[in-house]
């Protein structure tokens, strides 16, 4: 697998908010990642403006392919391990 970076916010908790049930699933799924926590604001979140054109997190970037939102994050997740090759 490509690297894997996760951008998201910066709440301390993976409970709490979307970013963290990003983050529960790279961990349920074994995937070695990179978080990058950033601050509320526009200039904070460059990287991610970058990538997607906007500012919210959290962003899931899999090689050069950026994946926005939640919901669309845990979908492809998912996808990837049900078509993971078997050993």
């Known amino acids: 697998m490509p690297p894997v970076r996760l951008y998201r916010c910066r709440t301390p908790t993976n409970w709490l908010c979307p970013c963290g049930r990003v983050s529960r699933e790279l961990i349920r799924h074994g995937i070695d990642h990179e978080e990058v926590r950033l601050a509320r604001g526009r200039a904070a979140r460059a990287p991610v403006d970058e990538l997607t054109g906007?500012?919210?997190?959290?962003?899931?970037?899999?090689?050069?392919?950026?994946?926005?939102?939640?919901?669309?994050?845990?979908?492809?997740?998912?996808?990837?391990?049900?078509?993971?090759?078997?050993?």
Request: glycine share 6%.
């Open 54 to 87: 906007q500012t919210r997190v959290p962003v899931l970037l899999v090689g050069d392919e950026a994946i926005a939102d939640s919901k669309r994050i845990v979908e492809h997740l998912r996808w990837r391990a049900a078509n993971r090759p078997g050993p």
